[in-house]
C-alpha cells in the first residue's frame, strides 16, 4: 500500500520523475519527505487490524487526494490557475502548499492513531500487556426463596 500511495501520488505530480509527466517548476526540499511521510502513515494506517464497523477509509482517501494538491507543481494544476491566475498560482497557492502538506500529515497521522486505538486485539495479534483482559462469568448465585 505503501509504494502504491507513492507511485499514485509521486508520478503524476513529478516528484517521482519520470518521462509520463512533464513539471513547470522544480520539485521544492519539503515535497520528498511529504510524499514519504504520506506512503509511510498510509501503509501503516492499511496494515493495522480494523476493527469490525469501523471506518475510516474516506478521510484517508482525503488527505492522501490533499497531499497531491500539497506536492503539486502550483502553476500545472489548471483549476488553481483557472481562480487564481498564474501570478495568484505562484504567490499566494505556492505558499500555502506546505501550510496544506502539514494538515494532511496531521490528519493522516490521527487517521493512523485513531485506528491503532480501536484495532482488534486477539492473542495472535497483539502483545499480553495489551489484550483486553476477560472477566469470567460468576456462577448463578441463588436467591433467597
Known sequence: M??????IVGIP?????????????????WEYP???????????WATIPRASGTRGQVGVAGAVTTVVFAVACPVCNKIVVGLLGLSGAL???????????????AALSAA???RWRRRTCS??????????PTVP?????ASPP
Open 34 to 44: 511529504v510524499l514519504t511521510l504520506t506512503a509511510v502513515l498510509t501503509g501503516l
Open 112 to 114: 493512523v492513531v485513531i
Open 13 to 29: 505530480t513529478d516528484v517521482l520523475d519520470t518521462d509520463y509527466f512533464t513539471r513547470m517548476t522544480s520539485v521544492r526540499w
Open 137 to 141: 462469568e460468576s456462577p448463578a448465585v
Open 123 to 132: 492473542a495472535g495479534t497483539c502483545p499480553p500487556s495489551e489484550r483486553t
Open 91 to 105: 504567490g499566494i497557492w505556492a505558499p500555502m502548499q506546505p501550510i496544506l502538506a502539514a494538515l494532511s500529515l
Open 2 to 7: 505503501a509504494a502504491a500511495t507513492a507511485a
